[in-house]
Structure formats: C-alpha cells, structure tokens
Nanobody
Framework: EVQLVESGGGLVQPGGSLTLSCVAS????????MTWVRQAPGKGVEWVST???????LYTDSVTGRFTISRDNAKNTIYLQMNNLKPEDTAVYYC??????RGQGTQVTVSS
C-alpha cells in the first residue's frame, strides 16, 4: 500500500524557517519524481518543487532561492527546507509521487 506522511509544519514568523518531511512507504522514492505542492486557503493547488530521479531540482519562481528540496533514499524520505518564509507561503503542503498519490498534508502558517 502506498502511503505518504508529511510532517514538520507549524506557525512561524515572517523570515523564519521550517523543514518539512515526507516519509514514503509502499514504493521507492529514488525511482520516482517526487513533488511538493501546496494549497492556500480558498485557492487551488500550486506546484512548489520537484526532485527528479536524476536528482535534478526544480522550483516555482516564488520560492527559488528560499526553498530547497532533497531526499534521503535510505530513509525513503523527501524534505523541503524553507527559509525566509513569507505570509504568502501559508498553505497546506503535500508531497506526491508520479502517480499523484498524496499524504494528508502539513499546515504551514507564516504570521507575526
């Protein structure tokens, strides 16, 4: 059974940092392209970042230079390091695989 479990969200002040984790089971992350997406209140799902099987990393423009996606194959886990957070980063963050399976998400709130 495919399962994705996100964690690491929380409340942080503008300029702060958080690291999100996504533990996968039922498949091997190194054999898939893994993606972080987010959904802000009242808005659609937005693509944030992708790490390909090759290790190539892609980011949406609004997070480039602030977010870093990575993976630990031994732990079958992907991460999203988020620095210099802004209020507009507030959203529920989800990880997903090539089959668009997603976890339950983790809430990130950036507010003073």
């Amino acid at each position: 059974e495919v399962q994705l479990v996100e964690s690491g969200g929380g409340l942080v002040q503008p300029g702060g940092s958080l690291t999100l984790s996504c533990v996968a089971s039922g498949f091997t992350i190194s054999r898939q392209t893994m993606t972080w997406v987010r959904q802000a209140p009242g808005k659609g799902v937005e693509w944030v970042s992708t790490i390909a099987r090759s290790g190539q990393r892609l980011y949406t423009d609004s997070v480039t230079g602030r977010f870093t996606i990575s993976r630990d194959n031994a732990k079958n886990t992907i991460y999203l390091q988020m620095n210099n957070l802004k209020p507009e980063d507030t959203a529920v963050y989800y990880c997903q695989n090539d089959q668009d399976d997603r976890g339950q998400g983790t809430q990130v709130t950036v507010s003073s």
